[in-house]
C-alpha cells in the first residue's frame, strides 16, 4: 500500500537555526511524484516542490533544498537559516499509483515553529 | 496562475441546517477535491470529480455529499450540519497525477 509518513509532529527552532523535516514513502510504482506542501497560519496549502521518481538529483531554492534518496524512500527538507515567517505546517505527498486524478497520498505534516 | 476560490473564509451554522460549501477553478482543470483538515489528523479527503457529474468517496465521506454540474464549480454539501463537522474544509484541483493539487484558501466552519 501507498503510504508517507512524516514523523515529526512539532518542531520548534530559533531564528537562523537550519531545520530538516523528514518524509519517508512506500509506494510499489516505479513511476511516481513526490510534492511539498506549505500551510502557513492563514490556511492556504501553497505548492513548494515536485519531484519525479526518475530524477534523484536534489534540490536548491534559496534557503530551501530538498534531498531525494530513493534507496532509503525517503524526500527530506531542509530549511537553511530558518526565519520566523517559516513558521508553517509542511506537508509531504505522494501521487496515487494507477490514477491520473491527480490524487494525493499525505503525510500528517510537522509543525515548525520558528523562534525570535 | 491556477485560481481556486471557496465562497467564504468563515461560516457558522447552526446544527441540522443544510450547508453548501462552494469551491471554483479557473484553470480547466479535469480533476476537484474536498479534504477537511482537523488538529491531529491532517488532511482527509472527503469526495473527490473527475469529471462533471462523476464523483467518487474519498476516506470520510459519510455526513456529506457533492455535486459537480460545472467543470469549474465543486459544491460540498452537508445535508443536516452537525457538530462534529465544524472544521477546516480545504478544496483543491489538479489536471493529472504528474502536477499536484492547487489549492483554495479554505473554509473554516462553526456548526453550533
Known amino acids: 500500500a501507498q503510504k508517507v509518513t512524516q514523523a515529526q509532529t512539532e518542531i520548534s527552532v530559533v531564528e537562523k537555526e537550519d531545520v530538516t523535516l523528514d518524509c519517508v514513502y512506500e509506494t510499489r510504482d516505479t513511476t511516481y511524484y513526490l510534492f511539498w506542501y506549505k500551510q502557513p497560519p492563514s490556511g492556504e496549502l501553497v505548492f513548494l516542490i515536485r519531484r519525479n521518481s526518475f530524477d534523484e538529483q536534489n534540490e536548491i531554492s534559496g534557503r530551501y533544498s530538498w534531498n531525494f534518496q530513493k534507496s532509503t524512500s525517503s524526500f527530506n527538507f531542509t530549511i537553511t537559516a530558518s526565519q520566523v515567517v517559516d513558521s508553517a505546517v509542511y506537508f509531504c505527498?505522494?501521487?496515487?499509483?494507477?490514477?491520473?486524478?491527480?490524487?494525493?497520498?499525505f503525510g500528517q505534516g510537522t509543525t515548525l515553529q520558528v523562534k525570535p | 496562475d491556477v485560481k481556486v476560490t471557496q465562497s467564504s473564509r468563515y461560516l457558522v451554522k447552526r446544527t441540522g441546517e443544510k450547508v453548501f460549501l462552494e469551491c471554483v477553478q479557473d484553470?480547466?482543470?479535469?480533476?476537484m477535491f474536498w479534504y477537511r483538515q482537523d488538529p491531529g489528523l491532517g488532511l482527509r479527503l472527503i469526495y473527490f470529480?473527475?469529471?462533471?457529474?462523476?464523483?467518487e468517496k474519498g476516506d470520510i465521506p459519510e455526513g456529506y455529499s457533492v455535486s459537480r454540474e460545472k467543470k469549474e464549480r465543486f459544491s460540498l454539501i452537508l445535508e443536516s450540519a452537525s457538530t462534529n463537522q465544524t472544521s477546516m474544509y480545504l478544496c483543491?484541483?489538479?489536471?493529472?497525477?504528474?502536477?499536484?493539487?492547487?489549492f483554495g484558501p479554505g473554509t473554516r466552519l462553526t456548526v453550533t
Open positions: 505527498a505522494l501521487s496515487e499509483r494507477l490514477s491520473n486524478t491527480g490524487k494525493l497520498i
Open positions: 470529480s473527475y469529471d462533471v457529474k462523476m464523483k
Open positions: 484553470m480547466d482543470h479535469e480533476n
Open positions: 483543491a484541483s489538479s489536471p493529472d497525477r504528474t502536477v499536484g493539487q492547487y
